[in-house]
């Protein structure tokens, strides 16, 4: 198996066709320079993140600084990361229908046919 090195990322593009299947510059989420910067830096990231690649350089610790909330995002490429991690991981909303099935179970308000009614009325 070929060895990872930071040349061979920095050449691949990165893509996340889950999330963004049109691509980052498409979205809408993401700057023309921040949707660059992720497809060209977002192997090495990930890389980082994920402990498949140790830092080398002052870059290196920068992003992995900046991907742990270490320190604020200084570069364009740390803020287009720090901006995607944030758009993936968001909380997922609920649909208008709900997100579980309706519970037609026992209610207190169902009334049986064969049950007494009771009524109370005042006499005055």
Do not use: C
Request: hydrophobic share 30%; charged share 30%.
């Amino acid at each position: 198996m070929a060895e990872i090195t930071r040349d061979t990322l920095l050449q691949k593009n990165y893509s996340d066709p889950k999330n963004y299947p049109y691509g980052f510059a498409r979205s809408g989420d993401f700057s023309i320079s921040e949707s660059k910067a992720l497809s060209q830096y977002g192997h090495l990231i990930a890389s980082l993140v994920d402990g498949k690649l140790a830092p080398s350089t002052d870059e290196d610790h920068g992003f992995l600084q900046a991907a742990f909330g270490k320190k604020e995002p200084e570069s364009v490429a740390e803020r287009a990361w720090v901006k995607y991690q944030k758009r993936i991981n968001r909380p997922k909303l609920g649909s208008i229908y709900g997100t579980k099935a309706a519970d037609i179970g026992d209610d207190d308000d169902t009334i049986d046919d064969d049950a007494p009614i009771e009524l109370d009325v005042d006499d005055e």
